[in-house]
Each structure stands twice: as structure tokens, then as C-alpha cells.
């Protein structure tokens, strides 16, 4: 279990505006967002999340959202200086904000790099300044542009675009479109994800007009990847596209199933101990969460997953990857053995879901990736099918 990697999510949970598709835990505050108390109670988590990792080194720091921008650069460095207080770090350790086009002039990128930030994730969404609008972005086509420039003139080298297809009224060539100009901007990295109706959110309950259906939404999902991939971008998992050696490592901790500590309201965690693998998470609303750990963070973990969730959330993570995984690996971020892998497969092999290559090797097929929401659920413990 030890050799399981382990990274840190930091969640800053406010917006501007809140999107209608979003089902993140944010909240509309802006300005009146109380930033000083809240950047309190992350540092006084940030010790506690500390003693849960006993020593361990982090590979990996995301700060997400909400809105990390809306933080300035000194706020983040107060954050980050906290986490070098209290962790060992990597020597290579990729650190992460994400970052909306509107908001992140809000502090000079420079100083966001000198905070310590080395990797940015911009939510451009799209280049449309129609979809923009039905998406509830505050920010135009043109602010994406400037961000971009801002950011690789601050001296970051991996930068993330955030784009959405699947949109009202959207086709195949629009959604190319949104591609193509996305990359003339020339990010390392880009998450190309489907606009979904989450529950919860406006979107669901007042669906917009005009959003593709299956097939169009398969045509598009096709004419992208053979866009991105001509123009010298992998896929190594289902949203994600890099050039190389820009993969995310904090993401590709999550798929692979290793570990990460949750700081902030609403943030989710894995730690894997002597005793098993246990999954919690903190308070949501961020005014339970700063009286929450006001009052006493806690040190105490959930009871350790049992076997068959254990399968699941492997695969529910694992089964995104592109390239697939061996079966050493789910052996030794599980501490299950092999043979409890091959007895949940079998269904799935033979509805021809997944494949598995020679004796330890463990890939979706093409019909699996098409539907692997399906392929997930066959992994479901039965108590929840």
C-alpha cells in the first residue's frame, strides 16, 4: 500500500455566477465571499489532511472549484506555502488551478506562478459566443484568447483547455470548429468533455432546446478524435487529450486509482492504511465546513471498503483509461487478488465490453468506450444493480 501515489485536492468553492449545468459544490459569492476566514479553516485542514498522511510524499496538488481565480496570488501563496509547511513534496510536483477566462486577471498570472503554480486549467468551454451565452459563461471568446496569452506569458508551460461539445443547437461542424480553434492557441492540453444534464442543476429541470441526439452525438464525438489525433494529440482517457509528456498526474492519479487527501467544503478523499481503503469527504456548504474544522478537525476515517466496492470503484475509474491497465496494478491499489478482477469480468467479456490482452492486461474494447457507462455498471455490487 505504500507504494500507492498520493495527491491533494483543494477545493475553493465560489463563482461568480453559477452556471446552469454545473453540478459542482460552488456557490454565487463573489466579493462577498468571506476568503480570509475560509483560507483559515483550509490551513488548519491542510494540518490535520497532514497527519492522515503520516510522512507521504505528495505528487500532486489541484486547486478546483468554484473558481480558484477568484482568489488573488497572495491568497494562493498563503495556500501553498501551508502545504509545503506541512507535506513533503515531490521534486517534480505538478501543482494546478483551475482558472475562468473572466476572472483571471484578477491577479497577474505571473504572480500565480511565483506562487508556486505550475500547471493551469482554463474553462474556455467554448468558442462560440452563442453557446457561451447559453451556457451561462460570464466571459467572451475574446477573454479566452488574452488568458491564453497572459498565461503563457507568465511562464507556464501546461495549460489545460476546458471545452465542451454536445451544446444546443450544435452540429458536427461547429463542434470542429470549437477544436480547431482551440488548438490554434496552442494548449498542451485539452479536456474535450459532453455536456450532460446532472441532476440538480437548472439545466435539468428546464432542459435547453435543439441538443443533439445519440447519433449526432457519436458523429461528433468520431470527427474530434480524428481531429485531435491529427494534430499530434493522445487520448489517454475518455475527456483527455495531451501532447506529450503533458498528461495530467493529478487526474491520472484519480483513474488509476491511487490516493488523495480532501481539503476544503465538499472535497472527496481515498486514503489507503493498514486497516484497508476508506473514502470520505467534508462538509458541502462552506459556512458548515469553516465551523466544522473551527471546532475540530476530524482525524477519524469511514470503515474500510469492502471487497466488491473495492471492484467497483477500480473499475468505475480504471475503465476511462485509453491504454487500459495490467492486473498487477489492480492488485496492488486494491490489495485484492487477480482472480477477484477475472470473476467480475466475465459478464462483461462476454458482452464483449472488455477485452482482456494475454494474462494480465485489462483494456475496453471499442464498444466498451462507446458505452461505458453500461461497462461500468457491470461492476456494480449486486446489492446496488
Known amino acids: 500500500m505504500n507504494l500507492i501515489p498520493l495527491s491533494l485536492y483543494v477545493h475553493l468553492p465560489w463563482c461568480v455566477r453559477k452556471c446552469p449545468y454545473c453540478d459542482f459544490n460552488s456557490y454565487t459569492s463573489g466579493d462577498d465571499a468571506p476568503r480570509s476566514r475560509y483560507l483559515d479553516a483550509l490551513i488548519k485542514d491542510i494540518e490535520s489532511e497532514a497527519a492522515r498522511a503520516k510522512g507521504r510524499t505528495l505528487v500532486s496538488i489541484f486547486l478546483g472549484g468554484g473558481t480558484p481565480s477568484l482568489f488573488t496570488p497572495e491568497e494562493i ?6 502545504v509545503a509547511e506541512h507535506f513533503a513534496l515531490a521534486s517534480d510536483i505538478e501543482i ?3 482558472a475562468n477566462p473572466g476572472t483571471v486577471e484578477c491577479g497577474d498570472p505571473i504572480a500565480y506562478r511565483s506562487a508556486g503554480v505550475n500547471r493551469l486549467s482554463i474553462g474556455a468551454q467554448s468558442f462560440s459566443q452563442e453557446s ?3 451556457l451561462g459563461r460570464i466571459h467572451s471568446v475574446d477573454d479566452i484568447s488574452r488568458s491564453m496569452d497572459e498565461a503563457n506569458a507568465a511562464g507556464f508551460d501546461s495549460i489545460n483547455l476546458d471545452l465542451m461539445y454536445g451544446l444546443p443547437q450544435q452540429g458536427v461542424d461547429e463542434a470542429v ?24 442543476t437548472v439545466f435539468h429541470a428546464r432542459p435547453p432546446d435543439g441538443l443533439p441526439d445519440e447519433e449526432l452525438l457519436w458523429d461528433i464525438q468520431e470527427n474530434g478524435q480524428r481531429r485531435l489525433a491529427g494534430r499530434g494529440f ?9 501532447q506529450d509528456g503533458h498528461r495530467c498526474r493529478h487526474n491520472l492519479n484519480y483513474w488509476s486509482f491511487g490516493d488523495y487527501l480532501a ?16 473514502r470520505y469527504a467534508k462538509a458541502a456548504n462552506p459556512l458548515s465546513y469553516m465551523q466544522s474544522i473551527e471546532d475540530k478537525p476530524s482525524q477519524e476515517l469511514p470503515p474500510a471498503l469492502g471487497e466488491t466496492e473495492l471492484v467497483f470503484e477500480f473499475m468505475l475509474n480504471a475503465l476511462r483509461l485509453s491504454d487500459g491497465f495490467e492486473e498487477a496494478l489492480f492488485e496492488e491499489r486494491t490489495g485484492l487478488s487477480g482472480k477477484k ?12 465490453l472488455i477485452d482482456r490482452l494475454g494474462s494480465d492486461f485489462w483494456q475496453p474494447t471499442a464498444l466498451g468506450r462507446r458505452f461505458l457507462n453500461d461497462l461500468q455498471a457491470e461492476f456494480l455490487p449486486e446489492s446496488t444493480q
Request: avoid cysteine; hydrophobic fraction near 45%.
Open 96 to 98: 494546478t488551478m483551475e
Open 341 to 352: 478482477l477475472r470473476d467480475a469480468a466475465k459478464v462483461a467479456l462476454k458482452k464483449g
Open 263 to 278: 481539503v476544503g467544503a465538499g472535497a472527496h478523499g481515498k486514503l489507503s492504511d493498514a486497516s484497508g481503503i476508506h
Open 177 to 200: 470548429a470549437d477544436i480547431e480553434a482551440a488548438l490554434a492557441l496552442q494548449p498542451q492540453h485539452l479536456s474535450w468533455y459532453q455536456l450532460t444534464l446532472e441532476p440538480n
Open 234 to 242: 493522445d487520448q489517454y482517457e475518455v475527456s483527455a487529450w495531451s
Open 132 to 134: 457561451l451565452h447559453l
Open 77 to 82: 501563496s498563503r495556500l501553498l506555502d501551508a
